[in-house]
């Protein structure tokens, strides 16, 4: 006997789900199944799976015959249950059509309301309602709400008339208009259909339907729903369900209404009702803002009933999800109705201190308020924001990659020196730069925010902007730097320097003039459920810092200690970089010594007031990295200067600096490279870090313990060789203060011939920090400042995501990571391992570091919190 295949199941009447069932009936499908289940009044209807929005693509989008049979079937149920029908001008079933994807994304996709409506049933809702006025407002509502979703016409062409009509009859508001003046709207809005579409406007409700849900699916790859998916990390492949619901009217007359409201305050976390309604009015005038809605509380005085009813139902949604809940209600004829509820999108400050009062009032666990809290909210926390009502009023001229979080106001200047000469003088500056490079920090730490033309999300203007905490745009590729001509160009829009422009460090947008700022604060509640991180978290979390004014920002921020000091960083300070030059341009080792000397003073000061601010926990020192080509002057008269006063020729001079230039910089001339050329150089750092360690000691009475990291090593021989100057170095100190204390050694893992031999180099190292910036690098063969202009595409076709320069490649320099952990540790099982490089700081990337043990990550100060939070959710993953 042959057996049955039972068909597969698309369409679930709303008794059929639980809010459990998220991932196949959609966000919204699972909650009016659930409110259902709960005994709460909603409009009958079912839902159409999200595993049917997927099988419709794989049909060359078009529903396919099983599908419209379930869906014909559950319309059955639904005129049974109503006591309407979609065949029954006289008393007509009119429903809505509204997307229903997995994971919220208001206002992204679809909706159809009055779905239903023909020519005839119109008149038939008419006498049923004994209210021609609603029967037509709700049919021209639906011809230009179909016409706009299901078929493209641009909604213009119909508010246009509707303008037009107003105007003529002197009225202000939509529900004004009488059933005469609606009855020539849809004669209207008919004509439009047919002129734009080429077809007379459709009259057999099954088929609007069919279209209808075809239109919802589709909707799912709109550019609004793929651009969310792509900010808020949701995968494409989830589709849409699709809720098919009998309309209730909130535009009967004015016993009818319908509104919006949230349990507590999506702005501030206050526990207090939060809501907006209008009397005789469809939800959507509520979110259009045709009309000034009224307060919630302003429901009480004029239909109690309804009021204390939606109070108590409220009170029921917050307690049985838990969480602070976005309910969607209509009044039909006195009636009540709630149409949808979902946990509500809240601002960064209001999520912390939700958590935190549920928490206290019993009602979730510590584990579940950390669990809920995006990483990514607490950048809104730390830096400075544009004020909303601002925004909307500002002359956008472009949008580039938000690359550091923030709002920046300022003139525009195209050099570093002008931007620190313009704070000097009291100027707020943005630094406009094609791209930026070291010899630009000055003017980077002096300035308001970066914009760059070029680079992506880890280029070198966006690395060091999350470091010092500053507002930064990069890649903006429709902006045209002359910095010669001194201009910022966007189309035909010319900015000028000393002109005024604002930039959105989140969004990346780009404006003309001054926007003014909110600020952040942080609150108790942050505090409270940062102490509750920080008690689950098992992940250490250091910082990136350069500088004492960094450490001191990073500790205020939770850093557990610096992963990662860029000494090279210290000598770009306007009254190093010339010490720092000449010691470069010299042409023996003695006369490196005498600028070597002056460039020690500073460095041991440095690292005094850095370990002192430190208090005992850990610092990672790397000696110096980049190419020395970087650190030389470019302007002719510094040029010019430096050469008189070292005593030579220009031309030498200028011959000489030739010779330092590189063909490719970051594979050449660099890093370890540097110290075995000139093993002096390292001598001094060595010298300044121990010797500010000691007298760090001494200030706070207790040992330091210093760890010095040995960039870019690929051969254990370079290690071994830079590591006896270093110790020889370090035993003269001893020697000279008689006094000793324990350092240790390591290197930076950002070569990829130095994961793969680990355990060679491990013999030499007290430990390993991952420099992922380099290692993604030179796995790839991607140039992380020029890749930009080509991963956008990856991304696109779908050949690469995410961007390996944001989130760490698992598959490809993960393995080198996880092969460096169990080489190096296979040698010595308690040798230290962290990570400090850009993906220290970003939490999918730090809950692989989690699971491969690695003792701590480090990252930016202002990520510091993001990684604290990510490390803690990194253990909630595992249970």
Not at 124 to 153: C, E, H, W
Not at 282 to 291: F, H, K, L, P, T
Not at 556 to 575: I, P, Y
Not at 730 to 735: E, H, M, Q, R
């Amino acid at each position: 006997m042959e057996a049955i295949v039972k068909a597969k199941k698309f369409v679930y009447e709303f008794s059929e789900g639980n809010k459990s069932q998220a991932t196949l009936l959609g966000g919204k499908g699972a909650n009016l199944a659930e409110m259902t289940r709960l005994g709460i009044q909603i409009p009958e209807g079912f839902t159409i799976t999200t595993e049917a929005s997927i099988q419709f693509y794989q049909e060359g989008k078009q529903l396919w015959d099983a599908l419209k049979e379930q869906i014909e079937n559950a319309l059955i149920d639904l005129e049974r249950k109503t006591g309407k029908s979609f065949d029954d001008p006289k008393k007509p079933l009119l429903v809505s059509v509204r997307s229903g994807a997995a994971i919220s994304m208001p206002g992204m996709m679809d909706t159809v309301l009055n779905l239903g409506l023909t020519t005839e049933s119109v008149k038939g809702l008419a006498v049923q309602t004994g209210n021609p006025a609603f029967a037509y407002d709700s049919y021209r509502r639906f011809i230009q709400m179909f016409a706009d979703v299901v078929k493209g016409v641009p909604r213009v062409f119909f508010e246009r008339e509707l303008e037009q009509v107003k105007a003529v009859h002197q009225l202000e508001f939509d529900y004004q208009l009488t059933a005469p003046q609606l009855m020539d709207l849809v004669t209207t809005y008919q004509k439009i259909y047919q002129r734009e579409t080429g077809e007379a406007f459709p009259q057999v409700p099954r088929e609007q339907l069919y279209q209808a849900v075809e239109a919802v699916f589709r909707s799912w790859n709109n550019e609004r729903a793929i651009l969310y998916r792509e900010l808020h990390h949701i995968p494409d492949d989830l589709g849409t369900a699709v809720n098919v619901q009998r309309m209730v009217f909130g535009n009967l007359g004015n016993d009818s209404g319908t509104g919006v409201a949230f349990t507590r305050n999506p702005s501030t976390g206050d526990k207090e009702l939060l809501g907006e309604f209008l009397i005789n009015a469809q939800g959507e005038d509520v979110v259009a803002g045709i009309r000034t809605p009224r307060p919630i509380k302003d429901l009480e005085r004029l239909d109690s009933s309804s009021y204390h009813q939606f109070l108590e139902i409220a009170r029921t949604l917050e307690n049985h999800y838990e969480d602070m809940q976005d309910i969607e209600f209509t009044i039909e004829s006195g009636k009540l109705y709630l149409l949808q509820t979902r946990s509500g999108k809240r601002t960064a400050a209001a999520a912390i201190k939700i958590a935190v009062d549920l928490v206290h009032e019993g009602k979730i666990t510590k584990e579940v308020a950390i669990k809920r809290i995006d990483t990514k909210q607490l950048d809104q926390l730390l830096h400075p924001t544009f004020d909303p009502t601002a925004i909307q009023q500002a002359a956008q001229l472009g949008k580039g990659l938000g690359a550091s979080p923030g709002a920046a106001s300022g003139k525009v200047y195209f050099d570093a020196e002008r931007v620190a000469s313009a704070k000097h003088e009291g100027i707020k500056a943005i630094l406009v730069r094609k791209e930026t490079s070291a010899e630009d920090l000055a003017g980077m730490v002096s300035s308001e925010g970066i914009l760059t033309a070029r680079g992506g999300l880890t280029s070198h203007a966006a690395v060091v902007a999350r470091g010092i905490g500053k507002c930064c745009v990069v890649g903006c590729s429709a902006a045209t730097i002359d910095e010669e001509a001194k201009t910022l160009s966007f189309g035909n829009q010319v900015i000028h320097e000393g002109d005024v422009i604002s930039i959105d460090g989140a969004s990346g947008n780009v404006y003309r003039g001054r926007i003014s700022k909110t600020k952040a604060q942080l609150t108790e509640d942050y505090d409270t459920f940062m102490t509750w991180v920080n008690d689950l978290k098992t992940l250490k979390v250091k910082a990136n810092a350069d500088t004492p004014k960094d450490v001191l920002q990073a500790l205020q921020l939770g850093a557990e200690g610096v992963g990662l000091c860029r000494t090279e960083h210290m000598f770009f300070q306007k009254d190093r970089i010339k010490s720092m030059r000449k010691m470069i341009l010299s042409h023996s080792v003695s006369e490196r010594q005498v600028y070597l000397n002056e460039l020690l003073e500073m460095q041991r000061q440095d690292f005094f007031e850095m370990f002192v601010a430190l208090n005992g926990k850990s610092m990672t020192i790397r000696l110096l990295d980049p190419p020395l080509h970087e650190f030389l002057p470019r302007d002719p008269e510094e040029i010019q200067t430096i050469a008189t006063e070292m005593g030579q020729s220009l031309t030498d001079f200028e011959h000489y600096m030739d010779s330092l230039a590189e063909v490719n910089p970051m594979l050449g001339h660099r890093g370890v490279r540097l110290g075995i050329t000139y093993p002096e150089v390292s001598r001094m750092q060595a010298r300044a870090i121990i010797e500010g360690a000691i007298l760090a000691g001494k200030e706070m009475g207790k040992k330091v313990e210093p760890q010095i990291m040995v960039p870019l090593v690929g051969i254990v021989s370079e290690l071994s060789y830079i590591k006896k100057e270093i110790e020889a170095e370090i035993a003269d100190v001893f020697l000279e203060r008689g006094e000793e204390i324990i350092y240790k050694i390591g290197t930076m893992i950002e070569v990829p011939r130095a994961a793969i031999t680990a355990d060679t180099i491990a013999k030499e190292a007290d430990f390993f920090s991952f420099g992922t910036n380099d290692l993604t690098q030179m796995g790839f063969g991607f140039s992380r400042d020029d890749a930009g202009k080509f991963l956008q595409e990856y991304e696109d076709k779908n050949l690469l995501s995410p961007n390996p320069f944001h989130t760490i490649d698992v598959e490809g320099i993960g393995k080198l990571v996880e092969m460096a952990v169990q080489l190096g540790r296979s040698v010595k099982p308690n040798i230290e391992l962290g990570v400090c490089g850009e993906h220290g700081g970003d939490p999918e990337s730090i809950n692989f570091f989690h699971k491969l043990g690695l003792e701590y990550v480090s990252c930016s100060p202002f990520r510091v919190p993001i990684a604290r939070l990510a490390a803690a959710k990194a253990v909630l993953a595992k249970v």
